[in-house]
Each structure stands twice: as C-alpha cells, then as structure tokens.
C-alpha cells in the first residue's frame, strides 16, 4: 500500500494552520505563537530545541 502523503497544514475557519510536521520541516520556530510548534522555548523565532515530547513521539 502507498504511503500517505504528510499533512502540512489545514483550513481552521479563515486561518491557515501548520501542523507540527510542517514546523518540523521548516527547521526553527517562525516566532508567531503557532497552535502546532513543537520547538521549545514556544514562540522563540529561531529556536532550533525540539520539545522532549515531541521527539519521543516522532522516534518512536
């Protein structure tokens, strides 16, 4: 069976929302308080420390 292409994003409403994937992809926090940033400190524009959470999930 094909694999599923990765989500990147969805319609909220009138909002574009990144998934945590595209963050992941994207390399570092953009700074604008993102519902789905998996960096921490969140919100810190450049901040390249993925959270602990995250990682065990992704490693897994």
């Not at 929302?17 to 953009?30: D, I, K, M, N």
């Amino acid at each position: 069976m094909p694999e599923q292409p990765e989500i990147l994003g969805y319609w909220d409403g009138p909002y574009w929302v990144f998934t945590e994937a595209h963050h992941l992809r994207r390399g570092s926090c953009c700074g604008n308080r993102c519902r789905h940033c998996p960096f921490e400190p969140k919100a810190l524009k450049g901040c390249v420390k993925v959270r602990k959470d995250v990682t065990e999930r992704t490693e897994a």
